[in-house]
């Protein structure tokens, strides 16, 4: 569903499937091809949703905080950045948005997949009235799809570990269900990249995608 000049594509994945190495080549091969790129992430974008970030995780809250804090910090980047950059026509490329909320605090933390819902459509709701019953998404959503024990074990060389970082196995297990479970319920707004290949040929899939889309007019060489 396109429904604004700019493209927007989010990348989700769970920690350590290596989505931020290639968001930024990706914004580079963009960028050489005449887009204007803003680069983005959540939770943050925004101050507001920066200080949000930092309590999301830093503190200790309830899941259905967590929820909350995500949704509030989503809200003010959306108003602030996603949909002003998507009106000038830019290539908005935000790591992580609302699917990571159904996977870490649905899929995660257990919390009703319904409620999550409730809140998605208040948040992402158009204000648009004749677009009154539809919800604001990226164009696309790039998956790193990978098997929660190779996360872990790349994460294990990583720096020191957030609150999400630090939870078990069986909770990326469930992560990772949620995702699968988003991606399900919207097969056509996903692009699946098998994250267990070689960066290199992760790095190939997803411009062989964008490509397919029209949205990069070459491969391009990787940056990777
Ligand atoms: P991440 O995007 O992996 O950034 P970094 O590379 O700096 O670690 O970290 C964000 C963390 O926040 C990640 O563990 C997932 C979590 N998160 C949620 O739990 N809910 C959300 O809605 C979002 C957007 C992220």
């Known amino acids: 569903m396109v429904m604004n000049k700019g493209i927007w594509i989010s990348f989700e994945g769970i920690d350590g499937a290596g989505k931020s190495t290639h968001i930024e080549g990706l914004a580079s091969a963009f960028k050489s091809q005449g887009r204007s790129v803003t680069l983005t992430r959540e939770p943050g974008g925004t101050a507001l949703a920066e200080s949000l970030r930092t309590l999301l995780l830093n503190e200790a809250m309830d899941p259905l905080t967590e929820s909350l804090m995500a949704f509030a910090a ?10 002003p950059s998507l009106a000038k026509g830019e290539t908005v490329l935000c790591d992580r948005f609302t699917d990571a909320t159904f996977a870490y605090q649905g899929g995660g933390r257990g919390v009703p997949w319904e409620i999550l819902k409730t809140l998605e459509s208040m948040v992402q709701g158009s204000s648009e009235p004749s677009q009154a019953s539809s919800i604001r998404q990226p164009d696309l959503t790039i998956w790193f799809d990978l098997a929660p024990e190779i996360a872990a074990s790349r994460l294990a060389d990583a720096r020191a570990p957030d609150r999400f970082e630090s939870q078990p196995l069986d909770f990326f ?23 267990s290949q070689s960066k290199h040929q992760v790095w190939q899939q997803l411009t062989r995608g964008l490509v397919s889309k029209g949205w990069l007019s070459i491969v391009t060489p990787s940056s990777v």
């Open 173 to 195: 297990t469930r992560v990772q269900a949620g995702y699968a479970r988003r991606r399900d319920e919207d097969p056509s707004r996903f692009l699946t990249i098998d994250a």
């Open 74 to 83: 989503r809200r003010d980047h959306l108003n602030q950045v996603i949909v």
